[in-house]
């Protein structure tokens, strides 16, 4: 069945889950567009739309006005989308198809799981750990998640937890009263998936911890830590983000960042990671130019995409990361693409856009009344970096082509610029 076929046809099941989430999200009584149908585009699109959620489309678990205008712009007066548009989060504690249902719910038009890149989906380009056995940290369907990554073979925080409680000694409660017999049969952990950040933070830093320090046998340990250590494989740099709260809250960042001094610390070495996945990551825009370059084939637009508009309300991870990506670009156009050194493997097919565009949106972690980010702070210096450790500061790179304030005027801006009607 094509993935761009009626509501209907994709069975009663997803049908009864899409209506429920609509009705919970108040728009029940609304008809629903639907962002893909089979039929001609008014003309081929040769630019494509990146869009963040949080803080872009909605805050929390509601929708924010600004973005169901913008999508009735998006879509034609016959339900089709007009251009390509692709859903890039840095969410991770999520289903890749509950959240296309969730945006279906939220937007009142019908998003394909395909439309749709979480912080670690780029991760189903590292098979040469697909097979082998990882310790997954994270919340919520974590295992569904990584299974559906191409792990096969994964162990949970908790699974280990209890294979080893002993292990797992600050909250008192939960203490053993007595000690268990020690245990020998259980297979040697051969790397570290960081999906997002997990419930309980000291739990999920120690046992960590321990894994990396014992070579993946926590039960045993190690007199002398290896290193280099255990492959580590990490999705979601941001530090903060935006909810329903006024101010920002923590981010899967801010978990690495502990997990980083505190490796640190105690081995007076950095912790390496294999892949780092999520906006700013180069492997992350890739990622979404080819789903942009596949939803455009299928939709038998034969242009090719040249320019992609990269819309977020976070100048570190949305701005950063389509200014970095736009570099990248630029260099392959001139010199061939350049290596991405530990950022992932490199891209199986070359790039055919030209330019990744970044506007930053004020509905967000961005404030133009108070713009933490480009202000210089008390005394002159320079404002604080709150970028991942393995990204280089560059301040230009977190200024935006363009500003506005809302998801709505984006879109407006980019059909000015390329001379399209708005509908």
């Keep these: 069945m094509a993935a761009w076929g009626c509501v209907a046809a994709l069975g009663a099941a997803r049908g009864l889950c899409w209506r429920a989430a609509r009705a919970a999200a108040g728009l029940q009584g609304r008809p629903a567009r639907r962002c893909y149908a089979v039929g001609p585009a008014q003309s081929p699109p040769t630019f494509g739309f990146l869009l963040d959620i949080d803080g872009v489309l909605v805050r929390g678990h509601r929708v924010i006005p600004a973005a169901l205008k913008a999508f009735r712009r ?10 390509p548009v692709v859903f890039v989060t840095n969410a991770g504690n999520i289903l890749q198809h509950s959240k296309a249902q969730e945006l279906s719910a939220l937007l009142g038009c019908e998003v394909d799981a395909d439309q749709v890149i979480l912080s670690h989906s780029p991760m189903k380009l590292f098979s040469e750990y697909h097979e082998k056995r990882m310790l997954v940290s994270g919340q919520g369907p974590v295992v569904e998640n990584a299974q559906g990554l191409g792990f096969r073979n994964v162990v949970t925080v908790d699974e280990l937890r209890m294979a080893f409680p002993l292990l797992d000694m600050v909250d008192l409660e939960r203490r053993l009263k007595t000690t268990p017999l020690p245990r020998n049969d259980f297979p040697r952990i051969e790397g570290v998936l960081l999906l997002g950040e997990p419930v309980r933070w000291e739990t999920s830093l120690q046992l960590i911890m321990d894994v990396l320090l014992s070579n993946g046998s926590p039960g045993a340990g190690l007199a002398t830590p290896p290193y280099p250590h255990l492959p580590v494989l990490a999705s979601n740099m941001d530090l903060l983000w935006m909810a329903e709260a006024k101010m920002p809250r923590f981010g899967h960042g801010t978990f690495l960042l502990c997990l980083e001094t505190i490796y640190q610390k105690v081995t007076g070495k950095e912790l390496r990671y294999e892949g780092l996945m999520g906006k700013p990551s180069i492997l992350t825009y890739q990622y979404a130019e080819d789903l942009i370059r596949r939803q455009a084939e299928r939709r038998g637009w034969a242009a090719p995409i040249r320019k992609l508009y990269a819309v977020g309300d976070n100048p570190m991870s949305d701005v950063y990361g389509a200014n970095l990506f736009h570099q990248y670009l630029q260099k392959a156009t001139h010199d061939g693409a350049p290596e991405l050194g530990a950022g992932g493997p490199r891209q199986q097919q070359p790039s055919a856009s030209q330019s990744c565009i970044s506007i930053l949106v004020c509905t967000g972690v961005y404030n133009p009344r108070n713009p933490q980010s480009t ?10 970096f709150h970028g991942h450790r393995d990204l280089c500061f560059s301040p230009g790179l977190m200024e935006a082509s363009h500003v506005v304030n809302d998801v709505n005027e984006a879109v407006q801006l980019v059909f000015r610029k390329e001379g399209w009607a708005l509908e």
């Design 74 to 83: 998006l879509v034609n007066s016959q339900g089709q989308l007009r251009v």
């Design 375 to 384: 202000e210089p702070v008390l005394g002159g210096g320079e404002p604080p």
